[in-house]
Every structure is written in C-alpha cells, then in structure tokens.
C-alpha cells in the first residue's frame, strides 16, 4: 500500500527555519514526482514546490524560491522541504504528494494542476511572533 507520512513541522518564529520531512512507503520514488503543497486557513490549496525524484531536478513558485529548498535521500526513500526564513504568511497544514512521472507532463504541471495520486495527511506549519 503506498503511504506518505509528513514530519517535522510545529511551531517558529519569523526568520526562524524547519525541515519538513515526507517518507514513501510501499514505494519506490524513482519513477515520481514529489510536490509540496499547503493550505492556509480560509484559502485555496497553494502548490509551492515539486522535485523529479529520478534526477532531483526541482521547480518552486515565487512565493519560496529562494526560502525554500526541496531534496530526496533516495537511499531513506525520503524527500525533504527545508524552510529558511519562514514569515507569518507561511503558515498552514503541508502536505507532500506524489504523482507517477511519464515522458509528457513535467513535475510543474502536477503542482499547478494538483493532480497528484497519492496525499500525505498533512502537518501544521504555525510562523508567529
């Protein structure tokens, strides 16, 4: 059964960072796109980054480019969204998603359309002073 568990998130202060956490099982990465979404009290679903777990090769919207940095441990099957500089405006319930990668649609795509096959439950992300 193909699982996503999301870990690490809580609670900072602003300018303070966090190391999300995304860990597949019943799976292998290597033929999937990861993104990284969130949603904000009262607002839609945002898509914020997603990475070709084959080559690592990554896109970010300009919301977290530069902030935010998405990797994977092929070997722990993991993929992990270090948040530097996190802001108030960062906070939201994050969710890691994995969607089957083919030759026509780029990671990209599946973050702006969020269709994605397989949800983690999502973790809080709280940024306050």
């Known amino acids: 059964q193909l699982q996503l568990v999301e870990s690490g998130g809580g609670s900072v202060q602003p300018g303070e960072s966090l190391r999300l956490s995304c860990v597949a099982s019943?799976?292998?990465?290597?033929?999937?796109?990861i993104g990284w979404f969130r949603q904000a009290p009262g607002k839609e679903r945002e898509g914020i980054v997603c990475?070709?777990?084959?080559?690592?090769?990554?896109y970010y919207v300009d919301s977290v480019e530069g902030r935010f940095t998405a990797s994977r441990d092929s070997a722990k099957n993991t993929v992990y969204l270090q948040m530097n500089g996190l802001r108030p405006g960062d906070t939201a319930v994050y969710y890691c998603?994995?969607?089957?990668?083919?030759?026509?649609?780029?990671?990209?795509?599946?973050?702006?359309?969020?269709?994605?096959?397989?949800w983690g439950q999502g973790i809080q992300v709280t940024v306050s002073s």
């Open positions: 019943g799976f292998t990465l290597d033929y999937y796109g």
């Open positions: 998603a994995a969607v089957v990668l083919g030759t026509y649609y780029p990671c990209k795509h599946y973050l702006e359309t969020g269709a994605m096959g397989w």
């Open positions: 990475i070709t777990a084959s080559d690592g090769s990554t």
